[in-house]
């Protein structure tokens, strides 16, 4: 049973969704609903995913604080842009930031930290050059952007390195 269905609460729940989104519930429905779950679900065992260890556990909550009132600020920030947005042009822009992280699992979480602070994205990360190319909304002020990503970054590979 473990080779037809390897990770079976995944299934499950790629099936629950299926049927969810195609708002239907008939036999065909179902089966297209198995087979793209059980497809998917061995499509994910050839996902193999680092394993990091954590270093240092004493800078995470800090990490954790720093990461929401950063959250908190750009929430505000952005809607202040949004609000004056007709008596002052949006100043948007892309910038790069040169990163050293090494670690998928950190890189993968910087990824996350930027794409959920509000006005910025992350866009892409060449690991040939270790540099990171990221979308911000209100560009106003390179350097601190700079400064938070390269200070995120520098956190990651304490707890990460």
Request: aromatic letters at 8%; a positive charge; one cysteine or more.
């Amino acid at each position: 049973m473990r080779t037809w269905f390897p990770y079976p609460l995944l299934s499950i729940a790629l099936l629950l969704m299926w049927l969810l989104l195609s708002q239907s519930v008939t036999p065909g429905s179902i089966v297209l609903g198995l087979v793209v779950s059980t497809v998917l679900a061995w499509v994910t065992l050839n996902l193999q995913p680092a394993r990091s260890r954590l270093h240092r556990w004493s800078r995470i909550a800090g990490f954790i604080l720093r990461v929401v009132g950063d959250v908190i600020r750009s929430n505000i920030a952005v809607t202040l842009i949004i609000l004056r947005a007709g008596r002052r042009p949006v100043n948007a822009g892309f910038m790069t930031v040169s990163l050293d992280l090494d670690d998928e699992n950190a890189l993968a979480l910087l990824a996350c930290v930027v794409t959920a602070t509000p006005g910025t994205a992350w866009l892409e990360y060449d690991r040939r050059q270790k540099i990171l190319l990221f979308h911000v909304l209100d560009i106003e002020n390179e350097d601190l952007w700079r400064k938070t990503i390269t200070r995120y970054a520098a956190d990651l590979k304490e707890i990460f390195e």
